[in-house]
């Protein structure tokens, strides 16, 4: 049973209507004091909108119906001529190239392995390229900066280079983390004071020095489940970086900080808060939804909340959980992000209590379609990202969704047919009407119109199909 009802996300969504309350917007006190109390007060089962208990199956319903709804748009496109007159009778052939809602994996492989071979570098950009719209490149501060004063961008920018002819969006992982790899030992040498504006100076120079390329960040990693930058600039052992009996207000202040030190340097990225652990675990749950709101009542300039889903690292979510998360986190108005994925697939037993067995390769496929239905169909969702590709460097054994020589296993082929397929305007012809005009219902994202003539001649014009709307366009012929 759970113990949190659908009163409780209905009420923050009356309440921020009520505050108008925009992203950036602090919350008051006031309001999370009421969902706290509805939080701890509630003996209610969790409802659907229909009023029944929620279920798994209700769940995966809901959440096809929501792909349908907030995934889609009606496009209306009129064709005209040099005096504005309908072009009628024109044959258009109407091609999806691209998707908004990024569905990416980590690129670790390209930036850190430099032995790899001609033909395993062309087979694994050829198999991120036919899935992927977003790539992750890393920033541990340890590896990134291993000799103080000598960053390795020249390690990124190779990998960099290549999304960015392939028209993938990159996102940096990340700036700030008091985990051992994200406080170098020549940053514990300096005073707190020095170090912190190390960890700023840092900020700065990567947000500012990969501008217009990289335009995701998480800017501080793990900050619920991790010390705070005082405790862990004083913390020379290495071995109590992880806790939770830190109050989130003490943990706020280097979180805010960083922040805001990443938003003045560039006031155009998106800065993500990533933690793991939120869908399994109510207790994490509970204080990542304190810290941001903390975070945002201080004004702190955070645009995305990110969720990783591979702790536990053997479990398989109850859809029930992960539904119940993403309401919670909704409430906030800010986008939220499947940072971290990688079911395995090696034989270790599944825990949790919804489903028994063992990962195996055919499991690990069945768990990945049932989650990224579930995510895609969750409207405050704007990606999802698989921490890995093969089986050769996963950290998980058989976590990747390739094997170890980057043979497709049944993850690949699942992830290929909900992205590049299911989820994908199919190409199709059609006919301008008497009024020149074109109607469609497709997936948002950038499409390519080509319009043929009788006399053998084609116009090609490309349109954005957006789930902010509106979505009517007059196209020229001259």
Request: aromatic share 12%; glycine share 8%.
């Amino acid at each position: 049973m759970k113990w949190i009802t659908l009163l409780t996300i209905q009420t923050m969504k009356i309440m921020q209507r009520f505050f108008e309350w925009p992203m950036l917007i602090q919350p008051t006190r006031a309001r999370y004091l009421l969902l706290f109390l509805i939080l701890h007060t509630s003996m209610l089962p969790l409802i659907s909108q229909t009023g029944e208990p929620l279920t798994c199956e209700k769940v995966l319903e809901q959440a096809e119906a929501n792909i349908e709804t907030y995934r889609k748009s009606d496009a209306l496109i009129h064709l005209v001529n040099a005096e504005g007159a309908p072009v009628t009778g024109a044959k258009v052939e109407i091609t999806q190239e691209t998707q908004d809602f990024l569905f990416g994996a980590i690129l670790f492989d390209l930036v850190w392995d430099r032995e790899m071979g001609p033909e395993r570098e062309a087979l694994l950009k050829e198999r991120f390229a036919g899935l992927f719209n977003l790539a992750i490149l890393p920033f541990y501060w340890d590896s990134y900066e291993s000799v103080p004063g000598h960053p390795r961008w020249d390690l990124i920018e190779p990998a960099l280079e290549w999304c960015m002819e392939q028209g993938i969006t990159c996102k940096g992982h990340p700036l700030g983390w008091t985990h051992e790899v994200g406080i170098p030992d020549e940053v514990l040498d300096l005073s707190l004071e020095d170090a912190e504006l190390l960890l700023h100076a840092r900020i700065i120079e990567n947000v500012v020095g990969f501008r217009n390329r990289i335009t995701l960040w998480d800017v501080v990693n793990e900050p619920v489940n991790t010390v705070s930058w005082e405790l862990g600039h004083r913390d020379r052992s290495k071995e109590h970086r992880y806790g939770r009996d830190i109050a989130v207000q003490e943990l706020a202040g280097w979180v805010e900080r960083a922040y805001k030190t990443a938003y003045r340097a560039n006031p155009g990225n998106q800065y993500i808060l990533n933690e793991f652990r939120q869908i399994a675990d109510p207790v994490v749950r509970k204080r990542f939804y304190e810290l941001t709101t903390e975070l945002l009542e201080r004004g702190t300039p955070i645009q995305g909340l990110g969720l990783q889903a591979h702790e536990p690292r053997d479990e398989w979510f109850d859809p029930v959980d992960v539904w119940e998360t993403l309401e919670l986190y909704a409430s906030f108005g800010l986008p939220l992000h499947i940072t971290e994925f990688s079911p395995q697939s090696a034989g270790a037993p599944i825990t949790g209590g919804y489903r028994e067995g063992r990962w195996t390769p055919e499991t690990q496929a069945q768990f990945t379609e049932e989650m990224y239905r579930i995510w895609f169909g969750h409207p405050a969702v704007a990606s999802i990202n698989w921490w890995g590709i093969s089986d050769a460097n996963s950290w998980l054994p058989g976590g990747g969704f390739l094997n170890e020589e980057l043979g497709s296993k049944p993850a690949y082929e699942v992830l290929k047919k909900l992205i590049r397929e299911e989820w994908m305007t199919p190409p199709f012809q059609t006919t301008t009407g008497v009024d020149g005009t074109i109607r469609f219902e497709g997936f948002h994202g950038k499409y390519r119109l080509v319009v043929s003539f009788p006399e053998g001649s084609t116009r090609r014009f490309d349109f954005h199909l957006s789930g902010e709307g509106p979505n009517e366009v007059t196209l020229k012929i001259d």
